[in-house]
């Protein structure tokens, strides 16, 4: 999984945290989160604030 790969993130983060609500997270965590994720593959670098702000809402969206 790569960064730009938003929905899969989405979808394993769910799954991985169930109990956490993406509204409350802070991107510094969020991007520990993801970087921890089976199959993630990806420069840290390449991550910004765009990203995690896509991914969040993402997230937000897959747990409604």
Known sequence: MK???I???AI???DAHPDVDPMKINFVD???WVRALPGF???PS????KILEAIQAA???EKE
């Open 3 to 5: 960064w730009t790969d």
């Open 7 to 9: 929905n899969d993130i």
């Open 12 to 14: 394993e983060l769910a």
């Open 30 to 32: 969020l991007m520990n």
């Open 41 to 43: 593959n990806d420069d």
């Open 46 to 49: 390449h991550c910004g604030e």
């Open 59 to 61: 997230w937000i969206e």
